[in-house]
């Protein structure tokens, strides 16, 4: 009788025994799958979490040729044997387009205007003439005819790659060489982008274009 009474508490004490190991096992487990869950590596790239990064840049990127903007920069041209060369403010507004022309010393050369409807003027001192259009102007002015249309392309890169010569075929069927240095965005969030030196060549003909600032407008 007293040995069945100590094998009945000799197992009592096993199976409590017993219960708190199972118990402290599962505790240990359950941890162990909790940090094994907080040190689990990151998401792939490309998953549903992460944002893609190659696609952003590629969007932030492309660029967008603006119809209108704001520039200041140098010119300079060469016909042959003659240079000129100028400071130049230029803006194209949805009301028309705009040349300012500036010795190094700051006094202003000359002012070249087309309003949205088409009549062309340059000023010069207090003398003004008209024109069908500015390159007729241009040729007058710097001995080029410049199609400001075509420039305005080419000073945002369109059609360009850095550091390499394309060539662009003139609305008078004359070709151009064109050669784009350096492209900058015109702001951290922009899409626009701006070269900040350009150079055109025909010929006996070379123009250059320094771009100190630019903005779309």
Avoid at 15 to 32: I, Y
Wanted: proline residues 3%.
């Amino acid at each position: 009788m007293v040995s069945a009474l100590k094998y009945r508490s000799v197992s009592k004490k096993f199976s409590a025994l017993r219960c708190v190991g199972t118990t402290v096992f599962l505790g240990a487990m359950t941890l162990l799958s909790a940090c094994s869950t907080m040190n689990s590596p990151p998401p792939a790239m490309g998953s549903s979490t992460i944002p893609d990064v190659a696609r952003v840049t590629a969007t932030v990127t492309t660029p967008k040729v603006a119809k209108h903007f704001s520039m200041t920069g140098r010119i300079s041209v060469r016909v042959d044997d003659r240079l000129d060369s100028a400071k130049i403010v230029w803006e194209r507004t949805q009301d028309g387009e705009r040349l300012k022309f500036f010795t190094p010393f700051g006094s202003q050369l000359a002012e070249v205007a087309s309003d949205k409807d088409g009549a062309t003027t340059m000023t010069q001192g207090n003398v003004t003439v008209a024109a069908d259009s500015i390159s007729e102007l241009t040729k007058s002015l710097l001995g080029v005819s410049l199609v400001t249309d075509e420039i305005a392309r080419w000073v945002q890169g369109d059609g360009l790659t850095e550091n390499k010569s394309f060539d662009f075929a003139s609305a008078d069927g004359t070709v151009w060489s064109v050669t784009a240095e350096k492209f900058e965005l015109a702001s951290s969030a922009s899409r626009h982008r701006f070269v900040s030196r350009l150079s055109a060549t025909k010929g006996g003909t070379r123009v250059r274009l320094v771009v100190d600032e630019w903005k779309a407008l």
